[in-house]
């Protein structure tokens, strides 16, 4: 057996620190992603312990990998470990971490398998790795544990769990080398704002990013697009970014990135009337070059062994290729006024993506490649709109750690909508976004459910590419479809505020109960779940299913959001201690306890902590609500909404503050803070909600 060696730790920033075994790795995953730091403001974080026993945090490198050993506590929680789409709880999982399709199976193949988890005891761990690893998230028990669980009976002991309670996470990196980074809390939250921050900050999209999307069918033309645009101006739907599916290209698997000028006779128009209308307009692409592309000739050399589709995999670690690409992309699609990409494919699956063992010409493997290529795609293309001093805003299917900062949006091909909001609950523990999108619906009601639902998420979208749904398809709900995409645009003022607070501070916009002071129910992880009834057929070894709340999340600081499923006319929210509103009547609810609401078919659950000031667009102005009985401060951020004028400190910040005056009655005023550039909303009017 290998020794076990403790580790070396270097602070890199206060509350943060690193170790390598071995020689460095050639880059990491923040290597590839290859953002910077933001010091100083991890640094207005504070210093904090280290937060594990470090002669508890061993590793032993064997003859073809590196195995890191983490102590765990037996109450600990543990979180992220990978965009997973059907759990949150991980402690007592095993995660392979590579990057793939989800398959609609709880294995742990993810379009983002960051090697980070979370602790409910307030840290955080980066396996700052490249190489697709696995991770023992509290499932193996050592022969030399120094707490190791009690042995049972099978036959005799109803307390028998198929899962003993192990007392450590252990990470197999393959490889001789491999880099770890600790984050300190004290609370989970603070732990991912260091890792954020440590990333970069995250991403602040254009404001026009956080307005309404719709993507037209793959085959579409340039009349029926911009014929689509009208109707929803006409039909009173607001729509901010057209999205066009694969039809735009003369080829596409592998792409051409060249536009089919029979169905799109002149993008250079499509794009100057519909920005007339305030539409912008995205392209969708994978990064698979047709041989029949005008770039093939150049990347042909700076390509991989293998090909996609018959379509070269370009080799962006390469400056020249990339830059070949981005010459391209610029001159016939930015300069024709295109807003951004929708980059496909980068995620892949296994039996038409290359394999792990593919060689690259910049030396780097199959494996690695396939780990970071969506990385290097969103990477090459955010610098290239950087260039222009234009922000973009856009999707992709595939990325990793490190990538906090790249304004790009997780998206798939399965449609479980309760998936799709543990995938939006997870996310912020991983530093990415994700989108609950809307495609089709086999009932009216499920349409609105799931237009409720993109609405209050990072990217509000409906991906008509092989539908053609429209919004108003179901005309029985298409006022209330209408009403929740108003809605959306109402909420700009407090969502743009809340992606200012990813970048500044590193604080997720979207996030799990399990990141709020007291948002989970205890997590009780060192109970381990016994087995359940005998099951000789569908799983012997089948315990219950944890309680875990994942179906119901942050979006900014104050607003609760608990979707409606198909079918359900009433749900459990779970409220976290302190006092809740209702978002739509300011209605009183005591948190620290589960309530059961029925909203109708019209409203998406939405509750506002105590003291929470939402500010809307209203009529033109600025509508500061305030909700529930204490006081409270609100952020109100504000800059261009286009440009990276604001890395130069061309922004404002101007403070909401609702207090109580002499006579306990609640007055409210505003204060900027950091003074910027002409304000982008009207006159403020205060709204107290509660009675
Ligand atoms: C899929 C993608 C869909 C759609 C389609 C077009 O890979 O996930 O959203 O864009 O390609 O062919």
Redesign the pocket.
């Known amino acids: 057996m290998a020794e076990a060696q403790q580790l070396t730790w270097q602070q890199e920033a206060p509350g943060v620190w690193s170790a390598t075994v071995g020689e460095r790795e050639p880059a990491g995953l923040l290597g590839f992603a290859a953002s910077a730091p933001q010091g100083e403001a991890i640094a207005l974080l504070g210093e904090t312990d280290f937060p594990l026993p470090q002669a508890l945090i061993t590793v032993e490198t064997q003859a073809d990998r590196v195995v890191v050993r983490l102590p765990l506590e037996p109450d600990e929680q543990l979180y992220g470990l990978g965009l997973q789409f059907q759990s949150l709880h991980q402690r007592g999982k095993v995660r392979r971490l590579r990057m793939d399709h989800y398959g609609a199976a709880d294995t742990g193949a993810t379009h983002a398998p960051c090697p980070v988890y979370v602790s409910s005891r307030g840290y955080a761990v980066l396996i700052n790795s490249e190489r697709m690893m696995t991770v023992y998230a509290g499932t193996t028990v050592r022969r030399d544990s120094p707490h190791p669980p009690p042995d049972r009976d099978r036959t005799t002991d109803p307390e028998w769990t198929p899962n003993p309670l192990s007392d450590a996470v252990e990470v197999a990196v393959p490889g001789r080398s491999v880099e770890v980074i600790i984050f300190g809390g004290p609370t989970p939250l603070l732990a991912v704002q260091r890792y954020n921050l440590l990333c970069g900050g995250g991403c602040l999209p254009p404001r026009w990013g956080l307005g309404f999307w719709h993507?037209v069918p793959?085959a579409f033309t340039q009349a029926e697009t911009e014929a689509e645009a009208v109707q929803f101006r006409e039909r009173g739907f607001p729509l901010d970014v057209i999205g066009l599916?694969?039809g735009w290209q003369t080829r596409?698997?592998p792409c051409t990135y060249e536009w089919d000028r029979g169905r799109f006779p002149d993008p250079d128009a499509l794009c100057a009337r519909l920005a007339a209308q305030g539409v912008r307009v995205n392209l969708?692409a994978?990064p698979y070059v047709s041989p029949r592309s005008p770039l093939y000739e150049q990347l042909v050399d700076m390509s991989g062994s293998h090909t996609v589709w018959c379509g070269l995999v370009p080799d962006y670690t390469l400056a020249p290729a990339a830059e070949a690409t981005t010459a391209y992309f610029d001159r016939e699609h930015l300069a024709r006024g295109v807003s951004g990409y929708?980059i496909?494919?980068v995620d892949g699956i296994d039996a038409w993506l290359w394999p792990d063992h593919a060689t690259f010409p910049a030396g780097h493997s199959g494996e690695v490649m396939r780990q970071t290529y969506g990385l290097q795609v969103q990477r090459m293309l955010t610098g290239m709109f950087r260039a222009r001093n234009r922000r973009t805003y856009g999707l992709v299917?595939g990325t990793n750690a490190g990538g906090v900062g790249y304004p790009y949006v997780i998206?798939?091909?399965c449609y479980s909508h309760r998936d799709f909001i543990t995938a939006l609950c997870n996310s912020g523990f991983l530093g990415v976004l994700w989108t609950p999108e809307a495609r089709s619906a086999p009932t009216a009601e499920e349409w609105l459910r799931r237009l409720q639902t993109t609405c209050f998420g990072p990217l509000a979208m409906i991906?008509a590419?092989?539908d053609g749904t429209k919004p108003w398809s179901f005309p029985e709900v298409a006022d209330a479809v209408r009403e929740v995409m108003l809605l959306r645009r109402r909420l700009l003022p407090c969502l743009y505020s809340a992606f200012a607070r990813y970048h500044f501070e590193g604080l997720p916009p979207f996030r799990a109960l399990a990141l709020e002071q007291g948002g989970a129910p205890s997590p009780a992880a060192g109970v381990r779940p016994a087995q359940g009834a005998l099951d000789a057929t569908a799983n012997p070894y089948a315990v219950p299913p944890p309680r875990e709340i994942k179906d119901e999340y942050m979006m900014g600081d104050s607003l609760l959001v608990a979707p409606l499923f198909a079918g359900e006319a009433e749900r459990t929210v779970w409220l976290p201690p302190g006092g809740w509103c209702d978002f739509y009547t300011g209605a009183w609810y005591d948190g620290g306890q589960e309530i059961v609401v029925a909203p109708g078919l019209e409203r998406i659950p939405v509750f506002v902590r105590d003291g929470g000031i939402v500010p809307l667009l209203v009529d033109g102005g600025l509508e500061v609500r305030h909700y529930g009985r204490a006081e409270g401060r609100f952020l109100l951020y504000d800059d261009d909404g286009e440009t990276y004028d604001y890395e130069r400190g061309e922004y404002s910040w101007t403070e909401l503050r609702a207090t109580r005056d002499s006579g306990g009655a609640l007055v409210g005023a505003s204060r900027v803070v950091k003074p910027g550039p002409p304000p982008s909303y009207g006159e403020l009017r205060w709204r107290f909600m509660t009675p």
């Open positions: 993507r793959m599916e694969p596409c698997y969708w994978n929708k496909d494919e299917r998206y798939n091909d991906n590419w092989a």
